[in-house]
């Protein structure tokens, strides 16, 4: 049975804290929602009702655009081993690039790696349990390097560069900002 919570209770950061993957979903009123699996260890829960997650250089963009524009924000954790839950935070969130002054205490709170390019800074506004009885069991085998590899190659400039080709614009044409928000 599914239970909602006003906060993150200690119980559902040990819970966050153990899992290995989870996905992030956003949309403005006329794009389309996108739904993005994160994982190497970039998540953080920073109070009661406020949690950050490190974005790193990607094939695209799409909720930065989005969360300057609308902030709803849905992030999601599943459990694929132990017992069987399902864990959505509700609530707004905002970018925050290199420019801006909280990036160095917030990228602190991470280990540094290279492609880092925003950190999103989340009010929970509601937490959502529910069984996860139909969600099937998976084995962590490890962490893939192939994105910290590929970003450790491109350097700073060939991030750069990379963020002015790809990650300018969502496939719904909508700007990013973020060659200008992170040089």
């Not at 996905?23 to 994982?39: M, Q």
């Not at 406020?50 to 989005?66: D, K």
């Not at 160095?104 to 529910?130: C, N």
């Not at 590929?150 to 969502?170: F, P, S």
């Amino acid at each position: 049975m599914g239970q909602q919570y006003q906060e993150i209770l200690e119980k559902h950061k040990t819970f966050i804290e153990a899992q290995k993957i989870f996905f992030v979903g956003t949309a403005t009123e006329d794009s389309r929602v996108n739904i993005s699996p994160k994982g190497m260890d970039s998540f953080r829960v920073l109070g009661g009702n406020r949690v950050i997650w490190l974005n790193v250089t990607g094939s695209g963009n799409e909720t930065a655009a989005h969360v300057q524009r609308c902030p709803r924000m849905t992030v999601m954790f599943s459990a694929f081993e132990g017992k069987p839950v399902i864990m959505r935070l509700y609530g707004t969130a905002k970018v925050i690039h290199k420019n801006d002054s909280e990036w160095s205490e917030l990228y602190s709170k991470f280990e540094p790696i290279a492609g880092a390019r925003q950190i999103f800074d989340m009010q929970v506004e509601m937490l959502q349990t529910s069984c996860g009885m139909a969600v099937p069991y998976f084995e962590y085998v490890g962490e893939r390097e192939l994105l910290r590899d590929w970003a450790v190659k491109q350097g700073d400039e060939g991030l750069k560069k990379y963020w002015a080709k790809k990650n300018q614009a969502t496939i719904d044409g909508l700007s990013t900002s973020i060659v200008e928000l992170n040089t």
